[in-house]
């Protein structure tokens, strides 16, 4: 199976994916290693990946599940093509999924399907 590639949603020059994990960097450094952790294993796996590690919420909206310390970390995803995975935005909750935040997924998904190249992050931007 090819590897998984990643990609981090951009909107008017800004990654919120980026955002969020530079403040879950500030809160818990070990935590930030568990979310790349996380995401090194949806490279490698894909469409394959299930709970614990991932689930399907609803809509082509995927989360990566991490635990730690007693936070709920998510990072909510969808597939583009057959090996590119999109990450569209973290969360950090409680109880389930906020409909809020899949829907704030669902319109990113839209968007990108519709022009992939301007929503695309670039390291370094």
């Known amino acids: 199976m090819p590897e998984t590639k990643v990609i981090f949603y951009k909107e008017n020059k800004c ?19 568990k979310c790349f952790a996380q995401i090194e294993l949806l490279k490698a796996f ?3 990946l299930r709970r ?17 310390r007693r936070v709920q970390y998510r990072i909510l995803y969808f597939f583009f093509g057959q090996n590119i995975v999109v990450l569209s935005h ?30 695309s992050w670039e390291e370094g931007e």
């Not at 950090?92 to 992939?116: F, H, L, S």
Request: overall charge negative; hydrophobic content about 30%.
């Open 46 to 48: 894909g469409h394959e």
């Open 90 to 119: 973290g969360i950090t909750k409680e109880g389930k999924v906020p409909d809020t935040e899949i829907n704030r997924a669902i319109e990113r998904k839209i968007r990108y399907e519709m022009k992939p190249e301007t929503h």
């Open 52 to 68: 614990p590690h991932a689930d399907f919420l609803r809509d082509g909206i995927y989360e990566l599940r991490i635990s730690f």
């Open 15 to 33: 990654a919120p994916m980026v955002n969020w994990l530079e403040e879950v960097y500030r809160q818990d450094k070990k935590a930030l290693e």
